[in-house]
């Protein structure tokens, strides 16, 4: 069994599924088409793949009975870039074990996350008893561009995918031993500056000095958007954040990375940012701003002596709990009309809106997935929030009025979204042994049913956590 | 003729010789190879070439007698990459005649303008008269990435380049019909800056806000290299500039070009620069520094959510009279040791020091260039000064003591170093009538006869450029 399931999990993770690039589009049809053969031949129903604007949609299901609950699966089999491909020291859509993990980009996010659920409904249908509750499973191709056609979708197939409660892995445990139940997630707005000054590019000897220069503009308008203190300086930014209660600081100290991790996680000597907040808080409680990309220019080898005629950065903010995506744009559009020169025209496009989360864990189907976690893991998971996005959870809220579990199995370390990307093997077993339980489990709840009194099963509270 | 001339033109523009690429060398080698043919052709003797670490030099010479004085005529013919491609509406090396202009990468920049000297050469050398003086030729491939073998060939090569003039064409006129000599260049450091932080790139979700991105922290100190009044704001950087006579400043005013001129060319709306100084003197007189080029993180189509863990910025620094590159270099290093924040490092790599430049016209050569130029193109020349560099003047300067003139016959908005690059061809013929009157009224100069007496013929002093 374990043989099949690696080499099914390879196979996932050789389709070169990169959605930001639309060179890709039929590696994302490959994979969408072979998941669908994949779930038919598991035993589950209703297989399709629903076309949207890009990527295709596949979905299946599994229906046993209407009184027993509905759990609506959710992954990716979309992956990042792998730029800069020089930094990769394995190809990444090779699929290559080393060790105890498999290499790949998407191994972790989010091919070999969604894929133990897969992997767990097939060791189930292979009993011959019927399934302890009703499974939906909607495994989408453009997570990582921000999901433009999703909300559409669950929107227009609202009853189909009607369930009691959405199940999502695309989160990190603590470590490899430690596992973690997300209960926060950042919000995100993604956009793209661009400045434009000459109409054409200029002799920078003819003109430097006469002529701004957009990529300074562009510089300086970057740079103005932090304060000297590391704190973001667009006025009023902070504001609506909700600040969060000393007991959850308390135990988001107690139990996260401590400050030390981080920078080992990061490979970096120094850590950085907002004074008053931990290093694990500035990137879970605490909104951010990233530059993810910047161009302008001549970009080859040797001197150009030009003045270029334009520039671009790509921003990616995220959001802490208070704060609205689109709030935040229409502040930063008026803190660029204030602050751009009258030489140059700045354009802002945006290219993401997506709200912060929060699922209280005090919720019973949170309790169930603790208890999961600690029968797959032997160890009790700790609370954590996460500084990542995952707009999805905002759609199910939305549209189908239910919460996501975020049973991640991820590491902190396994690179998704850089090179060499790796599923750690070890916790794709543990996973697959979490969500038997977790499915079980569900199976005897009701979304009505009162919180679980604690009981000698570990929990996801405090003082369970250390057991 | 004038057939033979232009599609002899034709043929040397044909050459893709990017000198900043070195997937370019054999188009280097090609064009060298076809001018040593040429210029054998025409009657040269001692034709050769000189092998450098890159792209050879071209060497000829005609020597007639030891009492005649000797030009040495110096021109590059390397050019700068076409990038952006997409912005030229002729292919580049295609040698396109369109109207009365000849298309391509090179055409002004520098091929059309130093093929002025040879065909006039030729047409001298057809009449099988002795020329009037003896003339070396030496053309370069390297020019365009800062000349980086040239000090080293004209050191050991100074007795066969023994000369009592250099002529080097590569500067503009005021306008078309405006002929002009240029007595003065800006110096020229440029420099590639890099600053890198984590080992490798992160997620922007899970690390942003508690690591400095290295994007950011390059926005911020490229932004803080000129002040918010426009000026460069590196400790002591103005302190060596030689202030301009207010003579020369009302000349300048008088004669060289308008601000609302250079707005013209260089097609924007607004000016921009240090305060107390027109557009044109901020371009000639004043330093400037020029970002040519930007880079770092994810460029291609929507988003990647990262941390990236290097960005880097090509810097072009114009320097005025008094400053030395060398020393704005070290300005420049101790700067940055001061603002790099701890968590990332800068690193700068210097790429070319070149000093500012100044003939004085009073020099009897300066004034048979003028006269040349009346003769040339029926109209006087104004004196002006250019923003841009010329390394290899300093070099003549340097190693065989002797003055360049720089008779130059390109136009303000030719767009050379830009996209659909020209030759204004009435100028190529106008130009070659000049050169022809320059080597015959050379003949008649020593270096040591005293400074012509003003005649009727037109001279560049101020006064009688206004004939």
């Known amino acids: 069994m374990k043989a099949d399931f690696l080499s099914d999990l390879q196979a996932l993770v050789r389709f070169p599924s990169i959605s930001t690039d639309a060179r890709y589009a039929s590696g994302l049809r490959a994979c969408a088409t072979w998941l669908a053969r994949h779930m038919q031949q598991l035993g589950l ?75 767990a409904l097939e060791l189930l249908l292979q009993t011959g008893q019927p399934l302890p509750l009703n499974v939906k499973i909607l495994l989408e191709g453009e997570e990582e561009i921000g999901s433009p056609n999703l909300a559409e979708f669950v929107q227009a197939h609202r009853h189909r995918l009607r369930a009691d409660w959405a199940l999502l892995s695309d989160t990190n445990l603590l470590s490899a031993a430690q596992p973690a139940l997300t209960y926060g997630l950042r919000g995100s707005l993604a956009a793209e500056l661009t400045v434009t000054g000459p109409r054409a590019e200029l002799h920078s000897g003819i003109f430097g000095g006469a002529v701004l220069n957009p990529l300074q503009a562009l510089s300086t308008l970057l740079a103005a958007l932090h304060d000297e203190a590391g704190r973001i300086a667009i006025p009023g930014f902070y504001d609506p954040v909700q600040p969060a209660s000393v007991a959850e600081r308390a135990y988001l100290q107690r139990y996260g990375p401590s400050d030390a991790q981080l920078r080992r996680e990061a490979q970096v000597e120094q850590g950085w940012g907002e004074a008053g907040y931990s290093l694990y808080e500035r990137t879970v409680l605490r909104p951010s701003l990233s530059i993810t990309g910047l161009t ?72 169930a997935a603790a208890q999961a976690y600690a029968h797959g893991f032997g160890r009790a998971p700790v609370l954590q929030r996460s500084g990542g996005t995952i707009p999805v959870v905002s759609l199910f809220e939305q549209h189908l009025g239910i919460p996501t579990v975020l049973m991640g199995f991820g590491l902190p370390d396994d690179r998704k979204h850089g090179p060499d990307e790796f599923l750690y093997l070890p916790n794709f077993w543990r996973g697959i042994r979490t969500s038997l339980f977790f499915l079980r489990r569900l199976g005897q709840l009701t979304p009505y049913s009162a919180p679980l009194c604690s009981s000698s099963t570990a929990t996801a509270t405090p003082a369970k956590a250390t057991a």
Chains 1, 2 share one sequence.
Request: aromatic share 8%; charged share 20%.
């Open 45 to 119: 129903d209703g297989v399709r793949l629903f076309e949207t604007a890009r990527h295709p949609i596949v979905y299946a299901e599994k229906l046993v009975s209407r009184r027993r609950p509905t759990l609506l699966i959710y992954g990716h089999y979309d992956v990042q870039p792998t730029e800069p491909a020089a930094a990769w020291t394995v190809p990444p859509f090779a699929g290559l074990i080393r060790g105890n993990k498999l290499y790949g980009r998407g191994a972790s996010d989010d091919k070999g996350q969604f894929f133990v659920h897969l992997k």
């Open 296 to 367: 302008g220019g001549y970009q080859g080898a040797g001197v150009q002596s030009i003045v270029p005629a334009r520039a671009s950065a790509k921003l990616s903010f995220r959001l802490a709990q208070g704060q609205n995506p689109h709030q935040v744009e229409e502040q930063l559009r008026r803190f660029l009309r204030r602050i751009t020169p009258p030489q140059v025209q700045a354009t802002l496009t945006a290219q993401l809106h997506a709200p912060p989360y929060t699922v209280p864990p005090q919720l019973p189907v949170m309790q």
